[in-house]
């Protein structure tokens, strides 16, 4: 079992940022970010994998920025440029599954409790 435990998070405008931190009781083979909208499904973010090898939807490419402190078995999830299309709810996974870190399947996953992003125009 992992733990995950979610900070970071809140209402923005338009261009500001946020960063999401993402505390694991133990070491994974991955990590990574997830949101969901109202009205839409789940949708892969970001993720890392314990060599450093990161994926990023395109939407995000070039303003958000993953990375994970080892010693601290913590993910964050640096945003910037945020716009509106980023408000979703995001949930923090870890799996041993380097599949599931990035398309929410593929293996079993563990999953933090989610945080509010809502950016305003």
């Known amino acids: 079992q992992v733990q995950l435990v979610v900070t970071g998070g809140g209402s923005v405008q338009a261009g500001g940022s946020l960063r999401l931190s993402c505390a694991a009781s133990?070491?994974?083979?991955?990590m990574g970010w997830f949101r969901q909208a109202p009205g839409k499904e789940r949708e892969g973010v970001a993720s890392?994998?314990?060599?450093?090898?990161?994926t990023y939807r395109d939407s995000v490419k070039g303003r958000f920025t993953i990375s994970q402190d080892h010693a601290k078995n913590t993910l964050y999830l640096q945003m910037n440029s945020l716009k509106p299309e980023d408000t979703a709810m995001y949930y923090c996974?870890?799996?041993?599954?380097?599949?599931?870190?990035?398309?929410?399947?593929?293996?079993?996953?563990?999953w933090g409790q989610g945080t509010q992003v809502t950016v305003s125009s």
């Open positions: 890392i994998d314990s060599d450093g090898r990161t």
């Open positions: 996974a870890a799996s041993f599954s380097r599949t599931y870190c990035s398309t929410g399947s593929g293996g079993v996953g563990y």
């Open positions: 133990r070491r994974t083979d991955c």
